[in-house]
């Protein structure tokens, strides 16, 4: 089992920035792929960014390619999402998840942390 949990979330203005983290508990963090989601109310859990446990990361999410960062720090057990240049439409509930293989589907993924929240106002 691995518990994951989200923090970094909050209300920012656009083109403002947040770093998401997400901590990880449980068997060894470093053995799994990590990924960020994002859900707005009547949408389904849209795919943001992903990473290995040996670094290598999958292509961004079209919307967010060139503002997302995901990174990851084993020694810490956190992985996180350094969002710049926010926009209003990048306001969702954001989750991180673990997999042991590296994916952009939801179905990819064992383990959910509870979501953090960003809005971003106009």
């Known amino acids: 089992q691995v518990q994951l949990v989200e923090s970094g979330g909050g209300l920012v203005q656009a083109g403002e920035s947040l770093r998401l983290s997400c901590a990880a508990s449980?068997?060894?963090?470093?053995?799994?792929?990590m990924g960020w989601f994002r859900q707005v109310p009547g949408k389904e859990r849209e795919f943001v960014a992903a990473i290995s446990w040996w670094d290598s990361r999958l292509p961004y999410a079209d919307s967010v390619k060139g503002r997302f960062t995901i990174s990851r720090d084993n020694a810490k057990n956190t992985v996180y999402l350094q969002m710049n240049s926010l926009k209003p439409e990048d306001t969702a509930v954001y989750y991180c998840?673990?997999?042991?293989?590296?994916?952009?589907?939801?179905?990819?993924?064992?383990?959910w942390g509870q979501g953090t929240q960003v809005t971003v106002s106009s």
């Open positions: 998840a673990a997999s042991e293989g590296l994916g952009s589907l939801s179905s990819d993924y064992d383990y």
């Open positions: 449980g068997r060894t963090f470093s053995m799994y792929a």
